[in-house]
């Protein structure tokens, strides 16, 4: 069984551990690609291409054509931005063999787009932050705000009052305002398999955090995050790996994205 691994940047500890397990269950080689020849975990597979930058019809052919060479059967994306585009040829990929390790292309959007995910767990009775309409006349401070496609800690802010608020509210394209909540954050590294069932769950306390990610946790067998946090995976149908951000707050799961 070949597997390609993409973007795989500095992502040497994926790449082995797909070695290691091919070695020791079905045998086969670890592809890896990446637009940048100096990623170091390119080094690492059994066999490494560089591949057109972008998500175009170039890298389209590229990738296709590396899967066909190599009888590749389950495809990996490991970058944000690839995943609308592999979710969207999931199916022609299936055609010739490939599995691709992504949800259906509904499914991607929802997750990216971060009030299509508030709205969807408002629906499915997930809790969430309070969420204020921005032409709400009261709004409790301190508040926390947010761009709807934002990623990371970019275009993120805590406001203390009004004033502060119209000024980010003039400047940011589409901006989600919620409560600001002060307490206990997790990271749950999820993984579900192709059928939407629930195979693992760890719950990691975020400790410290540096570009909206995660040096430093804890993990945590805190079970009613856990079990939340598959009723949400279900109800999302997510396949393969995923993260789910929330807060522990007031012994309430919260969902951030």
């Known amino acids: ?42 080094y690492f597979a059994d066999k490494a291409y560089i591949v057109p930058s972008g998500l175009d019809q170039d890298f389209l052919e590229a990738v296709k054509g590396i899967c066909e060479k190599y009888d590749v059967q389950l495809l990996i994306p490991t970058r944000d931005e690839e995943l609308p585009f592999f979710a969207a040829i999931r199916e022609s990929f299936k055609r010739i063999g490939v599995t ?66 119209d000024d980010l509210l003039a400047r940011l394209k589409d901006p989600i305002i919620q409560e600001y909540i002060q307490a206990p954050e997790y990271t749950i590294d999820l ?7 629930v195979l693992s ?20 067998k805190k079970w009613e995050i856990i079990q939340e946090a598959m009723q949400l995976a279900q109800a999302l149908r997510l396949v393969g790996h995923n993260t789910i951000q929330c807060f522990w707050h007031k012994k309430q799961v919260k969902f951030i994205e």
């Open 191 to 197: 993984f579900a398999d192709f059928s939407g069932q």
């Open 100 to 165: 691709i390790m992504v949800p259906e292309p509904e499914v991607v959007k929802t997750c990216q787009d971060k009030r299509e995910f508030i709205d969807f767990c408002i629906k499915h009775g997930f809790p969430v932050p309070k969420t204020y309409e921005k032409a709400e006349d009261v709004i409790q401070f301190p508040v926390f705000i947010k761009e709807r496609m934002g990623k990371g800690s970019k275009w993120t802010f805590r406001v203390e009052n009004a004033s502060e608020l």
């Open 201 to 220: 769950v760890v719950p990691r306390e975020r400790l410290y955090i540096f570009g909206g990610e995660s040096f430093i946790g804890r993990t945590s």
């Open 1 to 42: 069984m070949n597997i390609l691994i993409t973007s795989v940047s500095r992502k040497v500890a994926l790449v082995n551990a797909f070695k290691r397990a091919l070695d020791e269950e079905v045998g086969g080689q670890v592809i890896a690609i990446d637009a940048n020849p100096r990623s170091a975990a390119l």
